[in-house]
C-alpha cells in the first residue's frame, strides 16, 4: 500500500539549485525508519547521497555532496526533501528516493523505491 512519490528535478546551470521532494503515501514516518536518496548516472555506480536515518534524528551525506546538499523532513512528516545547492555538472543524474519504512527495522536497506526523477545540471 505505501507508495513513494517523487516530484521536483528538472535542468539548471552549474551553481544554481534545484529542490527534489518524496512523499510515501499512505504511511507516517517512524522513529526507525530510515529516509534517503540516491543517484545514478549513465555508467556509474548507484550512490548514496543523502540519508535521515533513526526516524530522521540522524543524517548521512556522502562527502561529495557535504556541504552543498541538504536532507530534511517537512512539516508533514510522511514527506523528504533534498535542497541541491551549488550544482555541479557532474551531479547530473537519475535522483530516487528510497526508505526502510519496516515497522520493526532499525536498517537503511532501503525496500521502498521512488520513480526516479532526472537531475541535469549544465555547464
Known amino acids: 500500500q505505501v507508495q513513494l512519490v517523487e516530484s521536483g528535478g528538472g535542468s539548471v546551470q552549474a551553481g544554481g539549485s534545484l529542490r527534489v521532494s518524496c512523499t510515501a503515501s499512505g504511511h507516517t514516518i517512524q522513529s526507525n525508519n530510515c529516509m534517503g536518496w540516491l543517484r545514478q548516472a549513465p555508467g556509474k555506480e548507484r550512490e548514496v547521497v543523502a540519508a535521515l536515518y533513526l526516524g530522521g534524528r540522524s543524517t548521512y551525506y556522502a562527502d561529495s555532496v557535504k556541504g552543498r546538499f541538504t536532507i530534511a523532513q517537512e512539516s508533514t512528516k510522511n514527506t523528504w526533501y533534498l535542497q541541491m545547492d551549488s550544482l555541479k555538472p557532474e551531479d547530473s543524474a537519475m535522483y530516487y528516493c528510497?526508505?526502510?519504512?519496516?515497522?520493526?527495522?532499525?536498517?537503511?536497506?532501503?525496500?521502498?523505491w521512488g520513480q526516479g526523477t532526472q537531475v541535469t545540471v549544465s555547464s
Open positions: 528510497a526508505a526502510d519504512l519496516a515497522p520493526d527495522s532499525w536498517t537503511c536497506e532501503y525496500n521502498y
